[in-house]
């Protein structure tokens, strides 16, 4: 069969699958099928269900809305979330047949949710309006400032279904911000609003439609994640930073509450992050991930346990014990010095199934390592090395990357992809591994796909490096090809052995494709993350270019034909090295940050900058506007191109604009595409595609081109 080159479209027509659960007999794997119809430029999720005994699949809801399947604990019924009603709400099926049901509430359901272990309850999270009553904005606000903002929450809270479809009068959209954390790219400003469990009874049989409030969990004026269940059911574990000062801080506790009582018990202060608790089976232990210094860039992430045995007893005889701190928590995965709770990306993907998953006495977790993903078991062992706890690599190899994970009665579940194959589902079971879904494989015989490699090369100071070569189609030994470079967000992120399509797109279309993990990148220990700290643009910036070098002289790449992109992290390092050197024929920036010193609070994540440069912009000015592209603009002579969405607040499309009018009052050759409506990660059928359509052709029209561009265009 003759193969094409795959078109920008293509994105969206493979299948995606992901967040694979076991039913507790391990006989069973419910999973999420995606698929798209893009003239609609809509996506669709419905929930299948896989016997391992037959092999078979089923679908299991047809409504094209449902997904997070989660199993009850004695495994006759599957719960899971859907908005086929008009926002998100628990539903609730029988997998050996029958119709769904709804478990009505007047709250919408937020990402997952957790069975009780006597499967009675459902636990889950929502936004909530939780001000005391006495509670008035701000000193010195209106006196009906209050009725202003209690009518802006209830409004937020309701589903676009339950909104006035018109209004006589339109509404008070004065945002009122008196907290540092007021919004979040992709969720937009959330102002006065807080994220709270609640829980809800299962019923016996379906209910009505009547909505009624479900029980809430937590109190005040602050945020929570979901929680784990003790097996008792009395208690609930979750991560929250229950303190006035919360927003300043990036630091998380995890908390005990009584479920009937709502009583709240610090459980554990932490000295940094504490996040994904999940209990062991008999209660003794609690994992979560995290670290031990209070800041949350540039640090690796440690799997740890916390024996809770003592602290339980204590607190069901009511003498509230105090909180346990660091030296009785037990960092499992210190001493191997990478990075725990991670696991592998890939394009597309439709996710699902991480953290931590308890069987018996032993806690499975995924691991990055030099960019692949494990699954580890850590089984408590007097002779471990993680003070009594012992690891072992229960899956992964080099070659492939590892998405989402669940394991019940002995049997792995997991999702892998490879530079070559998207996404699919599998099982271990004895020992034996099989493939799940494999709907994709037709289509993967009309696309023109390039081999890859995984290599080393060394920077110019010596330090050895990863990196990964997707060849062109039909690569002929000895001819040189056109050759993109991609880089990857962060700036500590990290490349794996997955499927990318922007790599296999450009390789499609008789481009070699390169990619590498520079200093500065997860899972290469601690101190190869934070080599970077304060001095983006250079150990970086030297590595990426060596890894350029290193194609060159495996007589891949035509150096006169060099291309790059990259997004966030990978849009800041495209800018910045345009500014630093005249390699590139073309280079195209998605959501770049070009202006560190104007970044500081225009970015959700505002503390991101000030751990990263070791201060704030008055103290570090100097440094900060040294490491920017701006800074540096007359030195470009590559022609530019650049995407944003307009909506970004991770790296604001403030950004863009200011390199691109600098490059425009110079002359140089610059376009910038604004993507409406978007958040930092484009969303839009139609703005995907056309990411792929725009530097297509922007790297064709320089590819072989006499001229850089200087002053063309403008």
Not at 477 to 505: I, W
Not at 654 to 672: C, I, N, W
């Amino acid at each position: 069969m003759d193969r094409r080159p795959i078109a920008p479209e293509d994105l969206f027509g493979f299948k995606c699958f992901g967040d694979a659960r076991l039913s507790p007999d391990g006989t069973k794997v419910a999973y999420v099928r995606q698929y798209h119809d893009l003239g609609k430029e809509k996506s669709f999720t419905d929930i299948w269900l896989y016997s391992i005994d037959t092999g078979e699949s089923r679908k299991l809801t047809n409504s094209g809305k449902d997904r997070s399947p989660r199993w009850s604990p004695d495994g006759r019924l599957l719960a899971f979330t859907s908005d086929r009603s008009g926002k998100s709400q628990i539903w609730v099926i029988d997998p050996s047949g029958g119709e769904a049901w709804r478990i009505p509430t007047k709250e919408a359901v937020q990402g997952e949710f957790v069975w009780s272990p006597d499967g009675n309850r459902i636990f889950f999270t929502s936004s909530a309006f939780s001000k005391p009553e006495e509670w008035h904005p701000y000193p010195g606000a209106p006196e009906d400032d209050r009725t202003r903002a209690v009518d802006q929450a209830n409004r937020a809270l309701k589903s676009k279904d339950e909104k006035p479809k018109s209004e006589d009068k339109k509404p008070n959209d004065i945002k009122v911000i008196t907290r540092l954390r007021y919004r979040m790219d992709g969720q937009g400003y959330f102002g006065d609003l807080r994220r709270h469990v609640f829980w809800v009874k299962v019923p016996k049989e379906p209910p009505g439609d009547a909505e009624e409030a479900a029980t809430l969990l937590t109190m005040g004026d602050y945020d929570h994640s979901l929680p784990d269940i003790t097996p008792d059911g009395r208690y609930a574990v979750l991560s929250a930073l229950r303190r006035d000062d919360a927003d300043y801080h990036t630091k998380s506790d995890l908390w005990l509450f009584e479920v009937e009582s709502r009583k709240a018990v610090l459980l554990y202060d932490a000295p940094g992050p504490a996040h994904g608790p999940r209990i062991s089976p008999d209660g003794r232990y609690v994992s979560f991930f995290g670290h031990d210094r209070a800041r949350n860039v540039s640090t690796r992430t440690d799997l740890y346990i916390l024996p809770v045995a003592d602290f339980l007893e204590a607190a069901s005889r009511e003498e509230a014990p105090g909180p346990l701190t660091a030296k009785d928590a037990v960092n499992v995965t210190g001493h191997l010095d990478r990075a725990a709770g991670s696991m592998g990306g890939s394009e597309p993907r439709f996710g699902g199934g991480g953290g931590v998953v308890w069987q018996g006495a032993d806690a499975y977790f995924p691991l990055v390592d030099h960019g692949e993903t494990f699954i580890y078991r850590a089984s408590r062992n007097a002779g471990g090395t993680g003070e009594g706890w012992r690891l072992d690599n229960v899956l992964g190899s080099q070659g492939r990357a590892l998405g989402g994970f669940d394991i019940r009665s002995g049997v792995l579940a997991f999702q892998s992809s490879t530079p070559e194959t998207p996404e699919d589902i599998f099982i271990v079971r004895d020992g034996n591994e099989t493939r799940v879904t494999q709907e994709n494989d037709e289509f993967l015989t009309k696309l023109a796909l390039g081999s890859h490699e995984k290599f080393l090369y060394r920077s110019d100071d010596g330090q050895e490096l990863d990196g990964w070569l997707i060849y062109p189609y039909g690569y002929e030994t000895g001819k040189k090809y056109p050759l993109v470079l991609l880089v990857h967000g962060g700036p500590h992120g990290a490349y794996g052995s997955s499927f990318m399509f922007s790599a296999q797109f450009f390789a499609s279309r008789g481009y070699a494709v390169a990619y590498c993990n520079p200093r500065g990148s997860t899972s290469y220990g601690q101190d190869f993350m934070a080599v970077i700290d304060g001095d983006w643009g250079n150990k970086d910036y030297r590595d990426v270019m060596a890894c350029v070098d290193a194609v060159v002289e495996k007589g891949i790449a035509d150096p006169d034909n060099i291309f790059l992109h990259g997004w966030s992290y990978g849009g800041y390092w495209t800018v910045w090295a345009v500014t630093q050197t005249d390699r590139f024929r073309a280079a195209c920036a998605g959501a770049c940050v070009a202006n560190l010193h104007s970044d500081y609070g225009t970015s959700d994540i505002m503390w991101a900058d000030e751990h990263e440069y070791g201060g704030k912009p008055w103290e570090k000015a100097d440094l900060l506007l040294d490491r920017s592209a701006l800074s540096h603009v007359e030195k470009v002579t590559t022609p530019v191109l650049l995407l944003h969405g307009e909506n970004d607040l991770r790296c604001p499309i403030s950004q863009s604009e200011q390199f691109y009018v600098g490059l425009k009052r110079l002359g140089k050759t610059a376009v910038m595409i604004r993507y409406p409506e978007e958040y930092h990660g484009l969303r839009r059928h139609l703005h995907r595609v056309d990411r792929y359509k725009r530097m297509l052709a922007w790297f064709e029209y320089y590819k072989n081109s006499g001229g850089r561009g200087q002053g063309s265009g403008s």
